[in-house]
């Protein structure tokens, strides 16, 4: 194993050990649900198109099933109050994953800058009494995490940082929430954070042109998206294999496993 790689050196087209899973959660808003923006006489649509999330260009590389738990313009305090929704419901016993994607933010982000929301810290999550999370964003991403881990307790669980992008008002916000889901790992077990912000391609103008229509990803952009997430989970199931060993006991009751490796 090279201990010199980067996390996306080498990009995966077949999901890599990505493809242990097969079943894989994805939590998110439009930039998980493939949405695509329309323009016609100056008005601007949007529209989730789910075959195109990359989720589901990941599944198709993998070979697994894939769920969007996910829409447009969701943030984390949203998706905690809708979480009865069926196209929210984490809880369905149906659709128990053994991995789940988190990449909640973008929207949360705004609200801050906004003035509507307040960001929080790490002091703000209580994974052993979630109810006693703080009303930010920090206590509210704590709280899915904590409801993943009632549902699956073995559930492995990815954590996506926002990209770099040209400089906004917003940078020193994706720096802390990149920070944030970093602490979140020391918060959870079997916790990892694919970190788009620090080794993902700049999101520039150029980038923009090739992988992006208006405000929104193309699908390009999401393929590519979706090649991005499965060998970064190839990366880390690689370079952590202790912490994957026993991945396909997941999901099989607590009692099922090799008690010779890590559980």
């Not at 996390?7 to 493809?19: Q, R």
């Not at 589901?56 to 829409?71: H, I, P």
């Not at 520039?204 to 042109?209: S, T």
């Amino acid at each position: 194993m090279n201990l010199q790689e980067k996390p996306l050196e080498n990009l995966v087209s077949d999901g890599g050990f990505c493809a242990i899973f097969r079943h894989i959660g994805c939590i998110g808003d439009s930039l998980a649900s493939g949405e695509l923006e329309s323009l016609k006489d100056g008005v601007k649509g949007y529209h989730d198109y789910y075959e195109h999330s990359w989720g589901q260009y990941l599944a198709r590389m993998c070979g697994s099933t894939a769920y969007n738990f996910s829409t447009g313009g969701l943030t984390a305090k949203a998706f905690l109050e809708r979480i009865d929704e069926d196209r929210f419901n984490i809880f369905d016993p149906e659709k128990k994953c053994e991995a789940y994607i988190v990449a909640l933010g973008c929207n949360d982000a705004r609200m801050v800058m906004e003035g509507q929301l307040e960001f929080g810290s790490i002091e703000d999550v209580h994974p052993e009494d979630p109810d006693a999370n703080a009303e930010t964003f920090a206590g509210y991403m704590g709280r899915i995490l904590s409801d993943i881990r009632q549902i699956e307790p073995k559930a492995r669980i990815f954590l996506v940082t926002m990209p770099y992008m040209e400089p906004d008002e917003r940078q020193a916000l994706r720096d802390r929430h990149a920070a944030l889901m970093h602490e979140m790992t020391l918060k959870f077990d079997y916790t990892y954070v694919i970190d788009l912000r620090k080794y993902g391609p700049e999101y520039d103008g150029e980038f923009k042109f090739r992988y992006y229509l208006g405000g929104h990803l193309n699908t390009m952009g999401y393929l590519l998206t979706a090649k991005m997430i499965a060998s970064y989970i190839d990366y880390i199931i690689r370079h952590n294999p202790e912490d994957f060993a026993q991945a396909g006991f997941i999901g099989r009751g607590n009692d099922l496993h090799n008690e010779s490796r890590k559980w």
